[in-house]
């Protein structure tokens, strides 16, 4: 299974897609967490992009297609689920060129949708744990330690992107240039919109069941 996961910034893209690769075997491609393991890395493609991360912009077209294409060519034939990518109509035509069979590439594109109003509570709580990337809420998912890491005991950190100025942007930027993708996709296949409003687990569910019922 090849799926693509739209939604906004804070919509549970990161969350949904670590359940949905666990329990059907996918590889995880997050364009957001390539582009923080770069930067960590102090690579070139991440001091290039470090700029537009830090002001809630997007990086441009031409580094992420690369990058995305290398990864999507490197992953197993099990599939993968894409996550924060693709965020433009223009990364959304470069990756059906890139696959093998164009846009009959990709077999599920779900839509995650979630009110503004819960994006900006969603992100603003939002911890993560530098070493393991481990993802926390400081009130819907608290650790079992304020400030600690489940896993490893690492203090958890807040990304510089997250905070209630940048998240503005970010979601400025989502309307303007990532909502036109799920049109881009609507027009060429069937988009699976599911509420992302309620708690994780029962997202999952609903997830869980779209897909289920359509491996068949
Ligand atoms: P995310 O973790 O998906 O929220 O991504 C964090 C940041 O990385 C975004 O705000 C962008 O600056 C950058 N980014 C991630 N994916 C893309 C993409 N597909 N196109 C452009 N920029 C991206």
Redesign the pocket.
Known sequence: MRMVLLGA?GAG??THCKRIVDQYGLLHL????I??RERAEGSELGKQ?QG??D???????DL?VEM?SKAVKAAPASGYVL??????VN?AEALDRSLEDGDAGIDVVMNLLVDDGVVVERITGRRSCPQCGAVYHVVNMPPKQEGVCDHDGAALVQ?P?DTAEVVKN?LA?YYEQTKPVVDYYRARRTVHDVDGNADADAVAALLFEKLDALKG
């Open positions: 910034p893209k990161g997050s364009s957001g967490d582009l923080r992009a537009y991360m002001a809630g912009a997007l990086v441009p077209d992420i995305m996550d924060g990518f693709p965020r433009t990364q990304r992107d970010r930027t």
